[in-house]
C-alpha cells in the first residue's frame, strides 16, 4: 500500500472538531461521522492529491502510525471518499464526459475501476421494451450516459398526442414509426451509437425471434396490459439470468418506479406478483368492475419521467456492474404527487416462489 | 328534481373514478362502489339494478335524454335526476361542455393531459387548465442542462410563450446532459439550439433568445415586462445566490413568481423551489434559512486535487472528483420543477404541501426528503 497512490475527491466536504471527522458526499448527499484522533487529519487528507504516494504522505506526517492509516485509507475507499489513482483518464473522458466520470467515481473504488465501468456502458447491449412516456425518455438518458448498443421494440408510430409526453418526438415525426424516429435522434446526439431496431409485438412467441444477448431488458410496454408484457420478459430473463427493470410508469394516482430484478439475487416479478395478490385479494372479494367505454387515462409528463430517472438510474447500475448499488430492488416504490413523496413497500425475495425460490423453475 | 335541461345535458363519470358493482340480496338492487384514486375516497350507494347501463353509459358521448332512448331504459326520470344530482355534487360525475377554450386538434394533443389536469384541479375544467397555461408567459434564465429540460418539458406540457437567456455555447461535453445538444449543433450559442429544439416540439412555440449573462448590474426592466408569469432562475450557485436576491426582490414587488432551480452541484437532484408574494416567504427569508441551517456547517474541501488543465482543450471548468451529473438525474430535477411550477401557473398552490420546501433526492437510499423555508422573525417584507 505505502507505493499506492489516492486522492480525496473534490466534491467531499469534511469538518473536523472535537475529535470527530464529519464527511459529506456532495454528489450522493451522504454524510457519516466517525472519530479521529489526529489533530492535522484534514492537512493529511488534503495530500492525498492524486499524485503523492502514501509513502511520501507518511514522511510528512511522521507521528501517525502507519497501519492506522492504511485501516482509515481502506475505509475511506470503501466509503467512497478516497480513490485509487492507479491510471490516468484518457483525454477524451475529461473533455466530453468529466461529469459521468465524477459519477462514477462515486461508485467506484479506483480510476482504472471508472474507466472499467465506462467501457461496460459502451459495450452492453440493453433492450428497451415499448416507446412511450417512460420508454423514450430511458432511451435518451442511458444514450446520453455512454451506452452504444441499444434494441429498441415497439411496433407502433408517432401520433400527435404523444408529443405531450414522449421524449425525442417532434411534430415533424408525426405517423413515422417510434424507432425509426428514436433511431435517428438518438445517432444525432452520438453518431456512433448502434441501434437495433425492432417493430414487432411483444407476444409470448417474441423472445423466439430475437433471442439475443441482452445485458438488461426494460419493460416499458403496457400494450395489451403491463403484467402481461412483464411476464413475457420477465419469463425470459429469469431462464438466461439477465437483469431486468419492470412495471415503471404513472397509473392514475400514482408513479410506479419500475422494479429492478437481478434474477436469483433480488425479488423476482413472481415474488411481487405472489405478494401483492394477498394484499388486493383480501380488498377485492367478490367485486366487479362496471364496464365503461371512452375512459380516457390522465397522463402528465413530469411524473413518468420521474419513473423513467429512477430506472435509469438503476439501469447505469446495473450495466457497469454495481450490484450492490443499485436501489428499486426488493420493494414496490411510488411517487405520490400530492405528497411529492416515495413510498416504500418491502417485498422479500420469497424461498417458496415458483420462479426463484428453493426448488423454483428458474433456480 | 329532473329539470328539462338535464335531459341535454353530457355528463361522463370522471376518468379517475373507478366504479365497482356488488349483488345485494334483491337482485334489483345493486351496490355501486366509486373509488377515487387520487384521493382514495370510497362512495358506496345503493341503486336500483335498471341504474347500471345508465351509469356506464355516462362517458360524455351522449346526452341523457339519448342514453335513455338508446337503452330504452324505462325508469322514472325524477329518480334519475336525483342520482345524478348526487353523483355531481360528489365529484364522482361531471358536465362536459362543448369545448370553447381550444381547438379540437389541442384537446386531442393533450388529452391525457387534460384528464389529468380534471383530477388536479377539480373545481375547473381540465380543457380550462390547458388554456390557461397554453397563455402563460415565462422567462428561463440559464439555459443549461436544467434550464434546458425544464423548457423542454413545459413546451410539451403546452407552455408556448417562453424567453431563455443564456451567453454561452454548446461544447462536446454538454452532450450528456443537455436535452438540446448534439452532434451537429456543438459550438452554436445555447438560447439558439435551444429555441430550435422548442419549436420543433410545437411550431407555435413563441420563442424569444437573449444572449447574455445576468450580473447583479443588469437592468431587470429590460428583461421581464409586467405581462410575464414566471422567471425561472437555473443559472445560480448553491443555495441562493446574489442573482436570485436580486431577482427575487424585484419580481416580489411586482407579484411575479420565481422559481430558483436545482440541478447543480450537491443538489444534483434537487427540486428547487418557488418565491411568491403572499404564499411563500420572501427571497431574503429563504436565503437567511439556509445560512442559519449551515452556520454551524463549515466545511473545508481538498483544493488540491482534480482541476485538470487540459492542453488540448484549454478547458478550465473540469473539475475531476467534482461535481458528478447524469442526464438521468437533470431529469429528475427539472421533473419536480416543472410539477412545481405548473401548479403554480395553474394557481394550484394548494395542490401539494411542499409548496414552501427545497426537495432533494437521495438516490442511494431512494427517499425524498424535504427541506422547508422559513420566514424570518421580524421580516418587514413577508412577516
Ligand atoms: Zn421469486
Ligand atoms: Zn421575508
Redesign the pocket.
Known sequence: MVDDIYRLKSSIALVYDDNILDVFLSNLREQFKIRVEYEEILDLLFSFDGEKTVNDVLKVYRNIDGDDLFDLISFLIKKNVLIKVDCEYPESFLSEQYRLVNFFEDYCSSTSDVIASLKLISTSNVMIVGLGAVGTWISESLIRSGLKNITLVDDDTVEFSNLHRQGMFFEEDIDKFKVDVLSENLCSVFPDVKINKIKDKLTSEFFSKYNDTYDLIINCADKPSVDETTRIIAKFCMKNKIPHIVGGGYNLHLTLIGQTVIPNRT??????E?HLQKINDADLNGVKKLTRKNRRIGSFSPLSTIAASLATIDALKIVSGKYDRISNCNARIEFNVRERDIDKHLVE??DD?????NN?LYK | MLAFFMLNNKYKVKDSVDVYTFSTDSVDCTRVQFYKINTREKLTIEIDSSFLNILSSLDGSLSLQEILIKNEILVDITEVGNLIDYLLGKDVIKIINSPTYICCSEINRYSRQISYFDDLIPEQEGELSQYKLMQKKIVIIGCGSVGGTIASQLVRAGVLNITLVDHKHINESNLVRHIYANKNNINTYKVDALSEHLKKINVKANITEIKSKITPSSNLDELVNDSVDLVVNTADEPYIGHISVKLGRYLWDKSIGLYVAGGFDAHLMSSGELIYKGITPCIDCCSNTFRYALKDWKPKYNYNSGIKSSSLTARTDVLIGGAGGTFAQTLYSSSLACMNIIDFLLGNLNGNNKVNKRGEFLTERCEQTWFEMKKQKGCSICG
Open positions: 425479488a423476482c416479478v413472481m415474488c411481487f405472489k425475495k420469497n416462489c415458483e420462479w426463484c425460490g423454483g
